[in-house]
C-alpha cells in the first residue's frame, strides 16, 4: 500500500501522463502494486491523467492524496473487520470442537453413563443409547474439528 500511493504521489507532482497501475493479490495474501501484473487476475487503477499545461494546485493533490489515503484506509478497515469475523467463527468452531471431543470420549470410555431425567433423578442409559449417543458425539466430532 505504501508502494503504491508513493507511486500515485510521484506521478501527481511530477505532472506525468497517466500510467496503467495492478493491484493483484498473490497466493499468501499479500496486497501487491505495479505497472507489470503477474498473469492472472489483476485490477487496474485508474490514476488521473494530467494533461500537459493543466494547472495542479497543491490543493489538488492535497485532495487527490487524501482521497487515495481514504480508500487505502478503508480498504484496510474492511480486511481487519473481515478478519475479526473469521477469528471470531474459528473460535466458535473450537469451542465447539472441544465439546464435541469430550461428549465423545465420555461415551467411547464404557461403563454406567447416565441422564438426569425432568424430576431431577438419574436415569441409566442402555448399552444402545450409549451407542446412540457415541455415533451422535462423533459425528459433531467430524462436523467441527475439520
Sequence with gaps: MKTLTLLLLLCLSAGAPAATVYKWTDAAGGVHYGERPPAGQAQELRVPDHKPGKVVTPADRQKETQRLLDAIDKERQEKDKQAAAAAKEQAKRDEQCQQARRSAALYGMGGRIFDIDPQGERRYLSD??????????????EKWCR
Design 128 to 141: 444402545a443409547e450409549i451407542e446412540q449417543k457415541r455415533a451422535a458425539a462423533q459425528r459433531e466430532v
